[in-house]
């Protein structure tokens, strides 16, 4: 009879086991569910870019339009800014100054500069493609960030063409949501750091109210990026992914 109790108690113990490693999901899993909650093939978002820099801040509002790895974006604050317009055609980025009636082609090392002197690049601007595409990803460990589960992820570039070869997000078990992420150039020197708050829900995805970017290598304390309106799946006229809306 004891010995019964001790196979059952055994046999309760592996299926205990076997059943936490099943709810573990793989590190491509979960790229997955991140992309199908986070990516969409079309969408519109009205935003504040807030620039906290050593001295003082500044607020810069925006509306973008994207499409796959296409994207319009065109600055409407402060009164310097407004009329400023980035086009990205696949791999190639315009900006279009109103100060200047120019328009310059930004490309090579100049994609790594800062977006008006905030913590984000131009790079990171036109960084738009699903992580599974572009990253292979293992589950290190799990961890909690306030009262929510995570998991946390590491990334590695399978592609040279990235601007961050390795990559460490905490995602929300639950949401499949990073909430918050370290970026690392391929020497491990830790470059950006993110943070994701204010989730909310838009139908079936859950998205960020505001993303606090912070350069490693800048002073100041970050920048945020923050969502005054978001909507994914919209029909988007042909003539704003093109050339013709930068005049």
Known sequence: MIRFKHTIQITAIMMLISGSLWAQPSGKEILDLIDANMSSETRYVKSKMVIHGPRTSRTIESE?????????????????????????????????SPSTDRTIQISGHMLRQSVMGSDLSYEDMMD???LSDVYDAVVVDSETIGNTDCWIVEMTATSEEVAYQMRKLWVDKSRNIPLKEELYAKSGKLL??????NIQQHG????PGKITFKDMLKKGAGTEFIVDEIKFDIEIPEYILSKASLR
């Open 64 to 96: 973008s339009w994207s499409e796959g790895v296409s994207a319009f974006t065109e600055y409407l604050a402060p009164a310097r800014e407004k009329g400023t317009k980035m086009l990205k055609l696949e791999d190639k980025l315009w900006i279009f």
């Open 128 to 130: 738009d493609k699903k």
């Open 192 to 197: 950006k750091k993110t943070e994701l708050t």
């Open 204 to 207: 079936s995805r859950w998205y």
